[in-house]
């Protein structure tokens, strides 16, 4: 198998530690390495480093380099522009398929904290024997271990037994409160992990049969390559191959797993204190409760505050509700034409 890390994402929802400029999958969140080191490494225990590509925009290249310096340079699949992950995936394809290679490729996210990695490298094995047969695609869902807003779905047909995995029936979106708590209880339901196994020529068949002008004018560009990327619909790979595909199987997976996908994700990867906080940096509090507060550069103090993120960096500072949290990343993209005028100035 071929591995293929994405780690083109912006990681809004962690504003002010990811920006632009260096993005959450090149920050150390979870342990003293990078999302993107640790899922380097996650790979490289199984396979060859000749195996494993990275696939970001080429605004990323020099951290990617100074992150991963043993990465061999052809190894990296450039991204003219970022136009989300149905035209990432595409561009991924078309690169094999005109290398002449035609093996089974995990795509998986750069920024996902998955300790055990015998039980997911199990699963692949598993996955790689589906997805060797042509036109099959194969998913792995994540047991649910509570109501989650903040991930898709992925529901199989009722009634299959035996056997590892089941064919997919529904990609559901991310669902509000109520629904999550009835997705919770159904058996047949899973969290989309976004990590998908198949082969390249997979994803060429099922971009032929429903995004036909977007795969044609990719792999046909040459010397134009750039202009005719940039010119892609911004489409996620669920929209434009998942939801859509006639053979798709999810592998059921119960190790433990988490989308680093925002700043109260770290709250199941790390101990709060006895008042239910976590602390990061020059921090000094009184009659705080259930927050999270981070600090970079400056010694913060809080006072009387409760379930509150508090996050002080050079780029900004951010003062959010829990609750609230899912919100950032709208805010930051209403505030992105002023951001990049302040950074041209």
């Not at 504003?15 to 490289?44: C, G, I, N």
């Not at 696939?55 to 003219?80: F, N, R, T, W």
């Not at 199990?122 to 790689?128: G, I, M, P, S, V």
């Not at 992990?193 to 971009?207: E, F, M, Q, R, V």
């Amino acid at each position: 198998m071929k591995v293929v890390i994405m780690a083109g994402g912006k990681g809004l929802r962690f504003w002010p530690r990811s920006v632009d400029s260096k993005p959450k999958q090149f920050l150390a969140l979870t342990s003293h390495e990078s999302m993107l080191q640790q899922t380097y490494q996650r790979f490289l225990k199984y396979v060859d480093a000749r195996d494993i590509y990275v696939v970001a925009g080429s605004s990323y290249l020099e951290l990617i380099y100074e992150q991963l310096p043993c990465l061999e340079k052809d190894h990296v699949i450039v991204e003219p522009d970022q136009r989300d992950t149905g035209p990432c995936i595409a561009l991924t394809a078309r690169f094999f398929l005109k290398e002449g290679l035609d093996e089974v490729l995990i795509t998986a996210p750069s920024d996902q904290y998955i300790p055990e990695d015998d039980a997911l490298w199990e699963a692949l094995l598993k996955a790689e024997r589906l997805a060797s047969e042509n036109e099959t695609i194969v998913t792995l869902g994540i047991v649910p271990t509570r109501p989650e807003t903040g991930y898709g779905y992925i529901r199989t047909f009722p009634g299959q037994t035996g056997g590892y995995a089941f064919r997919v029936d529904t990609f559901m979106e991310k669902p509000n409160e109520q629904k999550a708590k009835e997705l919770f209880q159904q058996s047949d339901t899973y969290w989309n992990s976004g990590i998908c196994i198949w082969k390249p020529s997979t994803i060429a068949h099922y971009l032929r049969l429903y995004q036909s002008d977007l795969w044609e004018q990719l792999y046909g560009a040459e010397d134009n390559l750039e202009e005719v990327y940039a010119s892609m619909p911004r489409i996620s790979v669920d929209y434009a191959i998942l939801e859509k595909a006639h053979t798709i199987y999810t592998i059921p997976v119960d190790f433990i797993w988490d989308d680093i996908g925002s700043w109260t994700s770290l709250e199941r990867v790390f101990s709060t204190d006895d008042n239910g906080n976590l602390l990061f940096g020059d921090v000094y509090g009184q009659n705080v409760n259930d927050s999270i507060i981070y600090t970079d550069h400056q010694t913060v103090i809080a006072i009387g505050i409760e379930d509150l993120i508090v996050v002080s960096t050079k780029d900004g500072l951010l003062v959010c509700r829990k609750s609230e949290e899912q919100k950032i990343k709208n805010v930051i993209k209403s505030m992105e034409p002023t951001l990049v005028k302040e950074k041209d100035q």
